[in-house]
């Protein structure tokens, strides 16, 4: 009987180690798998279309195609979450891969051009929350924006001589009138980062 008993154990454990991974865990592989084929196919891996990428795999996938519904049965429930959690990490992954110093940092120089662009009338010029990699680069993105407001005039004046609301010269430009170019820098960044799509994820 015992013998019996062992015998059908170590069938039993053959089987279980033999197993394919479940539901949850095939919709999870699904899920990244899906989200880095757009990346490499739609996107060519470009990490200046990172936001409007994270903004598709929000909208199609996370919030889209992956929702669950109450006709779902449990396994359609657990793929579909698996493939949910999925695309979330590696939609994060491709964002830390892209949104490194370097590109925050040129992100920011660039907001702050367009702004003086639009403030002088040069428009064609242009030279410890756990938070994600997005919200991350949006904060030092504007850091450097408004840091580099300044610095931008002076080289829109070298470059163009022209800035209208100080009459060509640096020397007119007001604290009160940088500290209101550098409130925009936030706004700014918000609209070349989509942040209106992407602030809820």
Same mark, same amino acid.
């Given at each position: 009987?015992?013998?019996?008993?062992?015998?059908?154990?170590?069938?039993?454990?053959?089987?279980?180690?033999?197993?394919?991974?479940?539901?949850?865990?095939?919709? #999870?592989?699904?899920? !990244? /798998? $899906?989200?880095?084929? +757009?990346?490499?196919?739609?996107? %060519?891996?470009?990490?200046?279309?990172?936001?409007?990428?994270?903004v598709?795999?929000?909208?199609?996938?996370i919030?889209?195609?992956?929702?669950?519904?109450?006709?779902?049965?449990?396994?359609?429930?657990?793929?579909?979450?698996?493939? #949910?959690?999925?695309? !979330? /990490? $590696?939609?994060?992954? +491709?964002?830390?891969?892209?949104? %490194?110093?370097?590109?925050?940092?040129?992100?920011?120089?660039?907001?702050?051009?367009?702004?003086?662009?639009?403030?002088?009338?040069?428009?064609?010029?242009?030279?410890?929350?756990?938070r994600?990699?997005?919200?991350?680069?949006?904060?030092?993105?504007?850091?450097?924006? $408004?840091?580099?407001?300044?610095?931008?005039?002076?080289?829109?004046?070298?470059?163009?001589?022209?800035?209208?609301?100080?009459?060509?010269?640096?020397?007119?430009?007001?604290?009160?009138?940088?500290l209101?170019?550098?409130?925009?820098?936030?706004?700014?960044?918000?609209?070349?980062?989509?942040?209106?799509?992407?602030?809820?994820?």
């Amino acid at each position: 009987m015992k013998l019996q008993t062992l015998l059908l154990l170590a069938v039993q454990l053959a089987a279980f180690k033999g197993c394919d991974a479940g539901k949850y865990e095939d919709g #999870r592989k699904a899920g !990244k /798998a $899906e989200t880095r084929k +757009i990346w490499t196919f739609s996107y %060519d891996s470009d990490c200046d279309s990172v936001f409007e990428f994270s903004v598709e795999i929000k909208d199609d996938l996370i919030d889209g195609d992956y929702r669950t519904s109450r006709n779902d049965n449990w396994a359609n429930q657990a793929f579909k979450r698996g493939q #949910r959690d999925g695309a !979330k /990490a $590696e939609l994060t992954s +491709i964002q830390k891969e892209c949104l %490194d110093p370097g590109y925050c940092t040129e992100l920011g120089i660039t907001a702050a051009e367009l702004i003086v662009a639009d403030f002088c009338g040069t428009t064609s010029y242009l030279g410890t929350k756990n938070r994600g990699p997005v919200e991350m680069c949006r904060d030092a993105s504007t850091a450097t924006c $408004e840091g580099n407001i300044y610095s931008q005039i002076k080289e829109t004046l070298a470059d163009t001589m022209s800035c209208g609301p100080i009459s060509n010269n640096i020397k007119k430009l007001t604290t009160a009138m940088l500290l209101d170019l550098q409130d925009e820098c936030k706004g700014q960044v918000d609209e070349m980062i989509l942040w209106s799509d992407l602030k809820h994820m």
